[in-house]
């Protein structure tokens, strides 16, 4: 039934969300699909998450290229390095050469602490917030939120909401 939704269709759902939610968060698949190019347009932040692959590198070079062939449809865009603690610098400092920005946040890998939580079905946030991997992420979303500027007082404050048992 997905093939029949439209951009438009896209758009009006989105500005709908937006009409009684504070936050809408969309996990999309690459921007291959006009449906998805559509979102891109509508969106404030682009959190781009890629590994720490060749790859994965070389496709994140060419999203960013798409992207700038959209005319910046974003007001800012944050690429994410998971398993940072896999790749090795030379190759972290080609891709931010490559990409022309600095990959600010680096997540590194925990996957037994990962699988914990999926398995549990405790965020990790909730259940190991003061792990390096959870202080990375709650780290990451207040950002997200909150912007650079924010106070962390006021950002904890702010994503309690989404983060509570």
Known sequence: ???????????????ALRADADYVVVDASPPTDPRVMSVLRLAELVVVPVGPDLPAMKNLASFLRLLSLMNNPYQRLVPVLFRADSAPAERVKALEAAIKRQIRWRIAGDEALAMEAV???????????????????????????????????????????????
């Open 1 to 15: 039934e997905a093939d029949r939704l439209r951009p438009e269709h896209m758009e009006r759902v989105l500005w």
């Open 119 to 165: 398995n549990s079905g405790v965020p990790l946030v909730l259940g190991a917030p003061t792990s390096a991997l959870g202080r990375t992420l709650i780290s990451l979303a207040q950002y997200c939120v909150e912007g650079e500027e924010a106070a962390p007082e006021r950002s904890r404050a702010s994503l309690g909401r989404f983060f509570k048992r």
